[in-house]
């Protein structure tokens, strides 16, 4: 592996390279899988982990635990990813082990990933804010862009790769594409892909466990809710918290 | 080439309340209709796996499927609007039943102040205190008017709430057919908080049954479970009042009904100022029919109804630089803001329990209920505690200043699920010059044909009137009994992102002078007397109420028009 880098200098010789090789665009990194090319050429390259060194877990659970989407690497970015935004702590697992990776996995590869039921014609034009977002990527096409950046970005700053880097840093990266100042993904831009990547974990962590996270509805459990029960008809006036078992949907199949 | 059918008494556009309700009424008085539907038909064995926050909540499972149709939206008349590509500020429904089938169920009349806005503003404060662009228009018709038919709405419906009079509200000639929803501890600490700041709390109307109801149709449903599953859902119950449970079934028992769905209507066909019918395509197999009537009913939602009218060239459209025309005018929405929470360290509430109307309400800052000799800002709000039931993934309520993800927001979000109480602001939204709907120059939908274009912004109104409720809201909130409290007290643009409120009115309003309307009070059109257009399109403003009561109201009283002018054959009914 390559040694921790200068944080200090480093960013600073990066933009002396875009600024030389004139890609420079305001002081903003360039990322994607354009980026990637050039660094491979200046850079240490980072230690891929070799195939089948996945740290997911072991393949005794469900059968949805597998991936209809991502490649492994991709699969492996966003679990670090989605762990950050949820992380397992006192209070119970995090966003790795109730699944939220196989969940956002199974939903980019079916319609909510191909924006079926949004409008998609064009012409496509930035537009102000408030007219909501406007670009032409579908959310799984945006999504693969968001992780490429992930992976440079992180690269580029610290030498690792993503699921490699220290929480704190793992954080730092997070933050700079929600902030967005220091990010330039191709075709999209990296809040918006944040703004996804929130939105996902939280369905992940959410969702009725059909959908492949919220394992063991242990989601739910951390927060008391009780998911999908046919009456509060019993409970609506009561004082105090009432504690009730947590029903998944698929207790309406037996 | 349409293949064309033989001709019916009445065509309805649009299978949701108001399509419904006309159905029901008109087929009951011995008129034959055809029912027009562009999605699927729904029931409610539809709803086995409803408790489901991702499809229904979040992909949007009963909405409009954007990719077909949509709306394109600007702030101005500078900006370039754009298309809405996803579902954000209003949720528009789609399939039998409508938005009627996923709205939370709150039930509100309309003040006897709205209906003669323009003429009792004067009145009280001179027509100085309207200011300039701001197109403030009575309806032609008074609450008193329309009193018997909003009791007629609600005793169809079943809508529960208090016994007695509100001092607040318009006068009611009856009390609400079923009795109040049952009162969390929530709603019992706002009432008391309201009560001892000498307001006038009370149930709000809910449209979901606090009991085992029978109506005068002799349709029987079962109370509501208070299951949570109310906004965005449909009910497995039943207990929700929707037109697929009430009036549609109705209808269809006369014989004198036939509902067809995936028929998508492309246009109005007409000649010489009449209508002869609609053009409309099956969204199955594509293919076309002319289906000729001799009356046409326009009931698809406020938003569809203008835009059908516009693709038709029927009505004269609306233009912002003069004034003139009325397809289009008074595009009004709904403002809400400056809520405030009550967070609770040493309790907490069964907040994932609700239903999508119990909560309660004050009108004593809506209206003209309250001086406004000396505010920058005409009518006002309906503030309220609703506990419609928290569902984990949109519901992470956080204390001010929490990170939104990570270890702290985590721990913030768990710790607080069930310890903030929101108060609510459901604002009015008045009618301006340059508030319009047109169609959209750019922008088409999968057939071809353009979009409506919505020009819409809030206005210092609107934040004047946010900053002064959120002076009542916070108020209300300090009195119920919290660790600590906090509140919101601005609004800057419309933004069609975040969801707001599904509540879309004007564009072809009613009225009495067909220079400032598009219809009569029956929602009958002064371009062509055979064209109902019957929504909220109607609506010269909007209260600070969701709109369906009124609605409701209005839909029956325009059924009685449609009879009478089925029966006299031609000229507007009076």
């Not at chain 1, 230690?47 to 209809?68: F, H, N, R, V, W």
């Not at chain 1, 831009?189 to 009725?208: H, I, M, Q």
């Amino acid at each position: 592996m390559p040694t921790t880098p200068n944080k200090d200098s480093k960013p600073m010789s990066r933009r002396a390279f875009l600024r030389n090789s004139g890609l420079a665009l305001g002081g903003v990194v360039l990322g994607g899988a354009f980026g990637t090319a050039i660094w491979k050429d200046r850079e240490e390259q980072p230690q891929e982990a070799p195939p089948g060194a996945s740290q997911t877990p072991a393949a005794s659970g469900s059968y949805q635990d597998a991936l209809m989407f991502f490649n492994q690497e991709q699969f492996r970015l966003t679990e670090a990813a989605v762990e950050r935004i949820y992380p397992e702590d006192e209070h119970g697992p995090g966003a790795k082990k109730l699944g939220v990776a196989y969940y956002i996995d199974h939903q980019l590869a079916g319609n909510w990933g191909s924006n079926t039921k949004d409008y998609m014609m064009g012409p496509f034009s930035p537009g102000e804010a408030t007219q909501g977002y406007q670009g032409r990527l579908t959310r799984a096409s945006m999504f693969l862009i968001g992780l490429n950046g992930l992976k440079d970005y992180s690269q580029k700053t610290y030498g690792k790769a993503f699921p490699e880097l220290e929480e704190a840093e793992q954080d730092e990266v997070l933050k700079a594409f929600e902030k967005g100042d220091k990010v330039k993904l191709n075709g999209t831009d990296a809040p918006s892909f944040f703004k996804n990547l929130r939105t996902f974990t939280l369905e992940g962590v959410y969702a009725d466990p059909m959908y492949g996270g919220n394992k063991d509805m242990q989601g739910w459990k951390m927060r008391n809710y009780p998911g999908n029960q046919m009456s509060y008809y019993d409970q609506i006036e009561k004082d105090g918290l009432v504690k009730l078992e947590p029903k998944s949907l698929r207790d309406h199949m037996a | 080439m349409a293949t064309k059918l033989p001709k019916v008494p009445v065509v309805i556009v649009g299978m949701g309340w108001m399509g419904g309700i006309i159905a029901a009424e008109l087929a009951k008085a011995g008129i034959k209709t055809v029912g027009l539907e562009r999605g699927k038909r729904r029931k409610t064995e539809d709803y086995f796996m409803v408790h489901d926050e991702l499809r229904y909540a979040l992909r949007y499972d009963l909405m409009q499927d954007l990719s077909r149709e949509s709306i394109t939206f600007r702030n101005t008349s500078k900006m370039t609007a754009l298309p809405m590509r996803t579902h954000g500020s209003f949720l528009l429904g789609e399939g039998v039943g409508g938005s009627g089938v996923h709205w939370n169920g709150q039930n509100y009349r309309f003040l006897p102040y709205d209906f003669q806005i323009r003429t009792k503003t004067i009145e009280r404060y001179g027509a100085k205190k309207i200011p300039d662009g701001m197109q403030l228009q009575d309806w032609g018709i008074t609450y008193d008017e329309l009193e018997p038919y909003f009791d007629k709405y609600e005793k169809m419906a079943g809508i529960s709430g208090d016994k007695g009079q509100n001092p607040m509200v318009g006068k009611r000639s009856a009390d609400f057919p079923v009795g109040p929803m049952k009162k969390t501890p929530g709603i019992k600490l706002f009432e008391e908080a309201a009560k001892k700041l000498g307001y006038h709390p009370y149930m709000v109307p809910s449209a979901n049954l606090a009991d085992n109801y029978t109506n005068p149709d002799g349709i029987s449903r079962a109370a509501c479970q208070y299951c949570g599953f109310c906004e965005r859902f449909g009910c497995e119950y039943g207990a929700k009042s929707d037109p697929v449970v009430t009036v549609l079934p109705v209808a269809e028992k006369t014989g004198n009904f036939e509902l067809r769905d995936l028929s998508n209507v492309m246009e109005v066909l007409h000649t010489g100022g009449r209508a002869t019918g609609v053009r409309y395509i099956n969204t199955l197999t594509g293919e076309e029919f002319e289906q000729p009537a001799d009356v046409v009913v326009l009931t698809s939602y406020a938003l569809h109804n203008v835009r059908l009218l516009l693709l038709s060239k029927l009505g004269k459209p609306y233009d912002p630089s003069t004034g003139t025309g009325v397809i289009g005018r008074n595009y009004a929405y709904q403002v809400n803001g400056g809520g405030a929470q009550a967070i609770y360290e040493d309790r907490e509430f069964n907040l994932f329990a609700g239903a999508g109307a119990l909560g309660s309400c004050i009108d004593d800052f809506n209206g003209d209920n309250f001086d406004h000799s000396n505010l920058p800002f005409l009518h006002g709000a309906n503030i309220r505690y609703t506990q419609a039931g928290f569902r984990p993934i949109q519901t992470n309520p956080t204390p001010a200043g929490t990170p939104k993800w990570g270890k702290e927001f985590k721990k913030q979000s768990l710790h607080y699920y069930n310890r903030i109480l929101t108060i609510g602001v459901q604002g009015s939204s008045l009618p301006w010059r340059h508030h319009y709907l047109d169609l959209d120059p750019t922008y088409k939908d999968v057939y071809g044909r353009p979009l409506l274009r919505i020009t819409y912004d809030f206005e210092d109104q609107d934040r004047e009137m946010i900053k002064f409720m959120a002076t009542k809201t916070i108020a209300i909130a300090n009195e119920m009994k919290a660790t600590k409290t906090q509140a919101s007290n601005t609004i800057s643009n419309y933004d069609i992102v975040p969801y707001q409120s599904t509540h879309n009115t004007g564009g072809a309003v009613m009225g009495t002078d067909p220079g400032n309307s598009a219809t009569n009070t029956h929602m009958q059109m002064w371009d062509a007397e055979n064209v109902f257009v019957i929504g909220a399109n109607a609506f010269t403003h909007n209260s600070g109420y969701n709109p369906t009561g009124t609605l409701g109201a209005l839909a029956y009283r325009a059924a009685e028009g449609i009879t009478k002018y089925m029966q006299q054959g031609k000229g507007m009914i009076g």
